[in-house]
């Protein structure tokens, strides 16, 4: 039954499966999953999905080319689509009882108000040209009120065109208000302020219940009706600021904590209304304490009050709400796989039957449930599954699939991971991951790819990669290291990575290399080190390392300078003091350390570039600016070393298909000269 499986009944999607030689395009790996935003009705017999309308992924990709070619190119900040479908699945009858299509938008997210109700993030464009030189299109969204049977419809915020005008984004449901099913709360913008409004969804009339300030971008509600807690931030969005009432009912801040690069509060992020008013639930890593854990925070006390989700060497990840109550369910953190533990015993037990189901070798996501979670939907993910649906009867004791998660993908065409431990040389122990090429036997050598994760505060796990399903398929093995510095393994392990950016880090990548050597499995001479962002970074080291570790290098959207990226830190386009100062600890003192980090920057030792290397950026990259790749261009030319180069019009993280088909086709070619493999010509 865990075997991979056909698509059922009447969503009748086409799926012509490779031969066991034949090679898929990148776009199988790297698309999205056929079905997303999946949730039960509350009475637990409907699935709302949604699907992308038919793509012409050859068209997308002539797209991409013309963009860079063009002389005024369009700035584009929204993923290109060709729309997406709503289906209305019946669970009970196991068919589809209703689609409809939005030919020209996308769908974010889907939201049961009631049986016959849908709420409906859908995606709009404002496209704005400056001077006739180029254009920018800015991502919009809006939330629509459907009755799916009758196909009578409202947008929200339809009384108030103020709101309307002043809000790109205007699809915030903070409470889904389940004792009130005509109306909902959500978060907008009026004259600049994010205030909590109450939101009726049969008319689509609002009214405001409370007003934010100047840095407002949150609430937390009280179960009620109303607002118990205001997030603010400051205007670099580098602090959060957490504000609650007082006696007389004015806001008053309790707490103030640092955001990271991604918009995320490591030390206290809240994730729930808690169990009495003046409480929350956090996901937080007090100082004294060496793992994130799932606590209980008392305002008015202004304490933690109870721990209620804890391990003693991993650090929790996030917190699971109930979509239809908003209250707490759980949390998840990574030991290698997706683990989620449970307020409800009775409910986990479940899970963990779902778990045994798939022999503990996949990760189960619980993604969406009725009301009394009688049915429970599971999207599963293993290296060999990729993103496929069951639904679980809660009552039967029954699991059932339901969809595949990419039809073009069969088991037979994904390898196997095996997951491997190393101590470096300093004695610290690495968790890696090792997919093992097709055709080639788990203990032969083969030509190696060292896949080094971003971040670096991230970390990998046993799941599916398409990097690495992608390149194993074209005959390389693949090795994904969480090196000192990466997430989700403790205070400790994280900070050692700290202003070890081309050290002890780059060192754990090579004693992993060196590792797998040992073990017999490496060819040598075939050794190609491919990484993002953070990883890019380390590839490009490796390149000026003169170690003979690596054979080539390639590096999509990495650091080049660090003494300018951590000046960028602050004066970038999310940059402030904070952000600055959580540089410097990180990286480096632009000052103070100049000379430790011109020594382990790429771009100020282009002369030492000794092996091939493909440089990848994207040229709207707010992260890691575009700036950085046209330095280390620039100086490699200047040196008179030579290199290959691929620019798209896309952000740090590749927003549109064609710019990642693209440019793994790129690296498909560059791996393929250099340490062997194959190559395929399909898009």
């Given amino acids: 039954m865990r075997k991979y499986f056909f698509l059922l009944v009447s969503l009748s999607f086409c799926s012509t499966l490779a031969a066991a030689e034949e090679l898929l395009s990148p776009a199988a790996y790297f698309k999205e999953p056929a079905l997303r935003n999946l949730q039960v009705s509350p009475n637990g017999r409907y699935l709302a999905m949604v699907r992308d309308m038919p793509l012409d992924v050859e068209k997308i990709m002539r797209e991409s080319e013309r963009e860079q070619e063009s002389e005024t190119p369009q700035l584009s900040f929204t993923s290109k689509t060709g729309g997406d479908q709503l289906i209305i699945y019946d669970l009970d009858e196991q ?30 464009s404002y496209n704005l040209k400056y001077r006739n030189q180029f254009v920018i299109a800015l991502p919009a969204s809006r939330t629509m009120s459907l009755d799916w049977r009758t196909k009578e ?105 640092r955001m990271n690069e991604k ?27 060496q793992t994130a854990t799932i606590k209980v925070y008392d305002l008015a006390l202004g304490a933690f009050t109870d721990t209620v989700a804890a391990n ?59 009301s009394d979670q009688s049915r429970l939907v599971f999207r599963v993910n293993s290296p060999t599954i990729s993103d496929d649906v069951y639904v679980y009867d809660y009552e039967e004791r029954r699991i059932n699939p339901l969809f595949a998660g990419r039809p073009d ?48 505060a991230a970390r990998d796990s046993y799941r599916y990669d398409p990097y690495a399903q992608f390149l194993a398929s074209r005959g390389y093995r693949v090795f994904q290291p969480n090196f000192r510095g990466s997430s989700g393994y403790g205070r400790a392990f994280l900070e050692a990575g700290y202003g070890e950016w081309g050290g002890a880090m780059q ?88 000379e430790k980090l011109i020594s382990q920057s790429p771009a100020r030792n282009a002369a030492k570039f000794n092996i091939p290397v493909l440089i990848i950026h994207g040229k709207q990259d707010s992260v890691v600016p575009y700036s950085q790749a046209k330095k280390l261009m620039e100086a490699l030319d200047a040196a008179d070393v030579s290199y290959e180069k691929y620019i798209v019009n896309d952000e740090h993280t590749f927003k549109k298909l064609g710019s990642t088909v693209q440019s793994m086709r790129k690296i498909e070619a560059f791996l393929a000269s250099h340490i062997g493999g194959k190559s395929g010509r399909s898009f």
């Fill in 95 to 124: 068919r589809t009882v209703d689609a409809a299509n939005f030919s020209k938008n996308s769908i974010y997210w889907l939201h049961w108000a009631t049986d016959d109700r849908l709420l409906i993030s859908i995606s709009a």
């Fill in 153 to 257: 419809s409202v947008l929200l915020f339809a009384n108030d065109r103020a709101v309307t005008r002043q809000n790109l984004t205007l699809s915030r449901i903070v409470d889904p208000l389940p004792e009130d099913p005509d109306h909902v709360l959500m978060a907008a913008y009026k004259n600049g302020d994010l205030d909590l409004w109450r939101v009726n969804v049969l008319s689509g009339d609002s009214k405001k219940i409370e007003s934010g300030a100047s840095g407002t971008f949150g609430w937390v509600t009280d179960g009620d009706g109303g607002a118990s807690f205001r997030l603010d931030q400051n205007t670099n969005g580098t602090i959060m600021r957490v504000y609650a009432r007082n006696a007389k009912g004015r806001w008053r801040k309790v707490v103030a904590t």
């Fill in 263 to 289: 918009g995320e509060a490591p030390e206290f992020l809240p994730i729930a209304k808690g169990r009495k008013q003046n409480e929350m639930y956090v996901l937080a890593t007090p100082k004294d304490e």
């Fill in 312 to 370: 003693d060497h991993l650090d929790f990840s996030g917190g699971l709400i109930d979509p239809n109550t908003g209250e707490y369910m759980g949390a998840w953190f990574i030991d290698d796989r997706h683990q989620l533990v449970l307020q409800n015993k009775t409910l986990q037990k479940h899970i963990d039957a779902v778990n045994a189901f798939f022999e503990n070798d996949a990760n189960v996501h619980l993604i969406a449930a009725s």
């Fill in 409 to 456: 993908l069969h088991e037979t065409t994904l390898s196997e991971v095996e997951i491997v431990s190393y101590k470096t040389r300093d004695g610290l122990d690495v968790v890696a991951y090792l997919t093992n090429p097709s055709g080639v036997d788990a203990e032969q050598p083969a030509p190696l790819v060292v896949l080094p994760h971003g971040g670096p």
């Fill in 507 to 594: 060192n754990d990548l090579t004693d992993g290399v060196n590792y797998l050597r040992s073990q017999g499995l490496v060819l040598e001479d075939k050794i190609c080190i491919v990484g993002a962002s953070y990883g890019g970074y380390a590839a490009l080291v490796a390149a000026m390392s003169g170690s003979g570790n690596y054979t080539c290098a390639v590096s999509i959207a990495g650091v080049t300078d660090l003494v300018e990226i951590v000046k960028y830190a602050k004066n970038g386009t999310s940059g402030g003091e904070d952000a600055y100062q959580l540089a410097i600890q990180k990286i480096g003192h632009p000052r103070q350390d100049a």
